[in-house]
């Protein structure tokens, strides 16, 4: 990547998933970056979304470690044994309401919160966290899928807010959604339809870094796709 200075490290929050995997393998193979760090449920230390002691402890552990440059949250829950998404407002659970805002808002805001003041005060520095297009209030024509697509709504608003304040703390860093893609991944198999123009996470990964290489500052608190075009809120 050839807009960050060299020798700084690059964090992969969530290195376990499919795309988190792939962002680790394309960031541990560029010479932008002396080290990049995956932090996961299987890390050393151990990152647990929904346990802000874990999250302040990773921050503090890799802040001692060098300069941090680059921030990438690839964590987030669409479906598991108890949650999957709703076709109908019928199927509103408060249960699993509140697992999906744990995880794509309220896990990723307390990223933000531990990871933002890591980032140095000059030079280019990028907090990016990964979105959804279905998170976006305007481009949404097909309901459903409710607690998804305000989970995700409310992340972006986390963005957006915590990139006000990062400007004024640290004016060339940026903090942007990013939009992947369907992509395929563990997330994504059980909806996938035939014919969708879904993508492998290697994929994904070199296009969302190359989406990361050519932010600037006044792409901060943005919302932009794989083809580093905007999404609509």
Known sequence: MESFSQGALAIVIGASGGIGGALMHELARDASFATAIGLGRRSDPALELTDEASIAAC????????????IVDATGLL????????????????????????VNAIGPALL?????????????AVFATISARIGSIGDNRLGGWYSYRASKAALNQFVRTAAV??????????????????VHTRLSEPFAKSGLDARSPQFAAHRLLGVIDRL?????????????????W
């Open 165 to 182: 304040e990062l400007k004024r703390r640290k004016p060339e860093a940026i903090c942007v959604a990013l939009h992947p893609g369907t």
């Open 112 to 124: 933000m919160k531990h990871f933002l003041p890591l980032l140095p005060d000059k030079g280019k």
């Open 59 to 70: 921050a503090q552990h890799v802040g001692g470690m060098g300069i941090v440059r680059l």
């Open 216 to 232: 600037v500052p006044a792409h901060s608190g943005g919302f932009v796709d794989q083809r580093a075009e905007p999404v609509p």
């Open 79 to 102: 479906h598991s044994a108890t949650v999957q998404p709703e076709k109908s407002w019928r199927q509103l659970d408060p249960a699993q309401m509140t697992q999906a805002f744990a």
